[in-house]
């Protein structure tokens, strides 16, 4: 590639968008999930469950290691464990969006599980 193509890819508000935009939080959320993951490891389950809780408020797609780490939790701990972990973590979240709730607690709950909201690219 010449010089002025790489000048003018690195001008791009569409490569500005997708890689320093949509991706600016990617490396906090993946940190902390590591960092949850290695709590985990050690059993620590209930401080690695807080972190998970609060790495899923700072972006969704941690989310997506939630069942796998419900199986995990099942097979390491009893009934009691799981529900005091699982209580720990939806404090977290209840307390994240407590200022949200607090403020407008209707438009919190129904944009929170919209699923007609339509996102249109950038320029």
Do not use: E
Request: hydrophobic share 60%.
């Amino acid at each position: 590639l010449p010089w002025w193509a790489l000048t003018l890819l690195c001008l791009s508000k569409r490569v500005h968008s997708i890689f320093v935009l949509h991706l600016f939080n990617d490396y906090i959320a993946m940190t902390l999930l590591h960092a949850a993951l290695a709590l985990i490891l050690y059993r620590r389950w209930h401080l690695g469950l807080i972190i998970f809780s609060g790495t899923v408020s700072i972006k969704m797609n941690v989310l997506l290691y939630a069942p796998p780490l419900l199986l995990l939790m099942l097979k390491a701990m009893d009934i009691s464990g799981v529900i005091s972990a699982l209580a720990a973590a939806a404090l977290v979240q209840i307390f994240l969006g407590l200022p949200f709730i607090l403020y407008d607690p209707f438009a919190y709950i129904s944009k929170a599980f919209n699923r007609g909201a339509c996102f249109h690219p950038l320029l």
